[in-house]
C-alpha cells in the first residue's frame, strides 16, 4: 500500500529538528495557520494530531504547505475535499508521483511500472480486476466458515486472567492466518508475511530501529519465495489463490520477467490485507475502552456489531492518507493548485468531520451513517479488500462477545510513527470470561 516495490535503501531521512517544541505546543491556535504541518509522525505516534486537523478542516480545508520534510504539499483535510479528490483520477493522478506523502525514488535507471493502486485508467482497473475475484462475494461466503474457525481457535488459547498483548496474540495472529489463507501460503510461516509488510512499510529516518540492511535482506527474501511460488503455479492449472490469480491473469502473467514490479503488487497484496485488519482489531478494544458506555451498549445488543464494525473502521482509519499529483493546473476550494503538485488527503481528518459524523472524536456503534467512512477511499482506488476486512471483524466480534463480557485494556497503547499508517504496536490486555 505503500511504495512497495523499493527493495533498497531510499535517501530519505526527514529532518527531525524542531519536533519536539512543535508538539508541545498543545494549543493549535498558536501556531500561524501557515505553519501547521501534519506530515510530522510524531503527531501519529503521540495521538496529538486532532487539534491541528480540527482547525485545518475549519479554517483551511485546502491547505498549502510550503516547507516541511516531505518537501511542499497541499493538505486536503475535510469530508468534502477528500471525495472532490478521491473521485476526480482524470485529475489528480495516483501514478505520476505515487500513493504517499514522501517523494518515491526509482532503484535503478529504469522507473520501475508501479503496482496497480499506484496506476490511473485503463492499466489499474485491467491488474485490478486480475485479482478482484479472490474476494468476490461468492468467494468470502466461502471463506466465512474458515475464519470463524481460526478466530475461535486464537481466542480459546488465550490466557485468562493474566496480562498479554492483544495486538501480537489475536490482531497479527488472525490477520496472519488469513493472509497464508488468500495466497494459499504455508501456514506454520504466516509470520513471515506480517515481517515483510511491515519492511515494505517502514520508513527511513521515522519507523523505530530501521535498520537499512536488514529491509533490504528480508524484502529480497520476500521476493525469492514468492518468485519460486509463481513459477510453480504458473506451469499447474489455476487455483482461487492470488498468486495463481497474478500468474494466469492476462494483464499480470509477465511480471515475473520483472521480479521487483512482482514483488511490488505482491507487497501490495499484503499490506493491504495486514494493515487495515491488523489495527482495526486493535483500535476497536481501545475505543470500546475509551468508550464504556458504547461498550455496555454492545453487551446488550450483539445485533449492533455490523454497524459497530464499519464505526470502529472510521474511529481508527488506519490509513492515515493518500497522495495524488495534479495532472493539469485546478481550482479546489478557491485554492490555485498547479500541475505537478502533491496533494494528500487526510483520510484520518475526514472521517472526524463533524459536519459528517457528529462527535466525531467518539466511537458510536450504532452511529446511523458509520458506513459513509473515508478509510477504504472512494472512486476507481476504493480498497478492493474492504468486504473481507468487514467480515474479518465482523466475525471475530461475534465470537469474542460469545466468549468473553470484557477486553480490558491495562496499560499504555503503543503506537507506531508513522504518517501513513495509524499502527498499533502493542496494546496489553485482560480477558474477562463470563
Known amino acids: 500500500m505503500l511504495r512497495v516495490t523499493e527493495v533498497v535503501e531510499r535517501e530519505m531521512m526527514p529532518n527531525a529538528q524542531h519536533t519536539s517544541n512543535y508538539m508541545n505546543k498543545t494549543d493549535a491556535s498558536s501556531i500561524p495557520l501557515e505553519e501547521i504541518d501534519v506530515s510530522k509522525p510524531a503527531l501519529y505516534r503521540q495521538d496529538t494530531w486532532r487539534p491541528l486537523f480540527q482547525r485545518l478542516r475549519h479554517e483551511a480545508p485546502v491547505h498549502y504547505q510550503a516547507e516541511s520534510d516531505v518537501g511542499p504539499f497541499w493538505s486536503v483535510s475535510s469530508y ?27 532503484i535503478d535507471e529504469e522507473r520501475l511500472t508501479p503496482t ?62 488469513m493472509l497464508a489463507t488468500l495466497f494459499d501460503f504455508p501456514q506454520d510461516k504466516r509470520r513471515d508475511l506480517i515481517r515483510w509488510s511491515d519492511l515494505a512499510t517502514a520508513q ?23 518468485y519460486e511460488l509463481w513459477q510453480k503455479r504458473s506451469v499447474q492449472e489455476p487455483k482461487p489463490d492470488l498468486i495463481s490469480m497474478l500468474a494466469h491473469g492476462e494483464a ?8 521487483l514490479r512482482m514483488l511490488g503488487n505482491i507487497l501490495l497484496l499484503i499490506v493491504g490485507g495486514n494493515d487495515t485488519t491488523r489495527n482495526s482489531i486493535s483500535g476497536g478494544v481501545l475505543a470500546l475502552n475509551q468508550f464504556p458506555d458504547e461498550y455496555l451498549k454492545l453487551t446488550n445488543n450483539w445485533n449492533l456489531i455490523p454497524n459497530m464494525v464499519s464505526e470502529m473502521i472510521r474511529w481508527q482509519s488506519p490509513v492515515i492518507h493518500m497522495r495524488r499529483t495534479a495532472l493539469k493546473d485546478v481550482e479546489l476550494d478557491g485554492k490555485h493548485i498547479r500541475k505537478g503538485d502533491k496533494v494528500v488527503m487526510w ?77 498499533i504496536g502493542k496494546l496489553p490486555v485482560r480477558v474477562h470470561p463470563y
Open 252 to 259: 499480470t502473467k509477465d511480471l515475473a520477467e520483472h521480479p
Open 347 to 423: 483520510y484520518l481528518s475526514g472521517n472526524r468531520d463533524e459536519t459528517i459524523f457528529p462527535d466525531a472524536d467518539r466511537l458510536i456503534i450504532d452511529r446511523p451513517n458509520a458506513r459513509r467512512h473515508l478509510a477504504f477511499g472512494f472512486g476507481i482506488h476504493r480498497c478492493m479488500g474492504n468486504r473481507l476486512a468487514e467480515m474479518q471483524l465482523r466475525v471475530l466480534w461475534e465470537e469474542i462477545m460469545k466468549r468473553f463480557k470484557h477486553v480490558e485494556v491495562v496499560g499504555e497503547t503503543e503506537r507506531i510513527s508513522s504518517n501513513f499508517i495509524r499502527g
Open 80 to 106: 468534502e475535499m477528500v471525495m472532490a479528490v478521491d473521485t476526480n483520477h482524470s485529475v489528480f493522478s495516483s501514478e505520476e508521483g505515487g500513493i504517499g506523502i514522501i517523494d518515491p525514488k526509482p
Open 204 to 226: 527511513p529516518g521515522i519507523s523505530e530501529n530501521f535498520d537499512v540492511q536488514a529491509r533490504k535482506e528480508g524484502l529480497l527474501e520476500c521476493a525469492s519465495v514468492f
Open 116 to 177: 496497480f493502486i499506484q496506476m490511473d485508467e485503463p492499466k489499474h482497473g485491467e491488474q485490478r480486476k486480475t485479482v478482484s475475484p479472490a474476494v468476490s462475494p461468492q468467494n468470502l461466503k466461502e471463506l466465512e466458515p474458515l475464519i470463524r474457525e481460526r478466530a475461535s481457535n486464537i481466542l480459546d488459547n488465550l490466557p485468562v486472567n493474566e496480562t498479554f498483548d492483544w495486538v501480537d496474540k489475536v490482531s497479527i495472529e488472525l490477520t496472519a492466518s
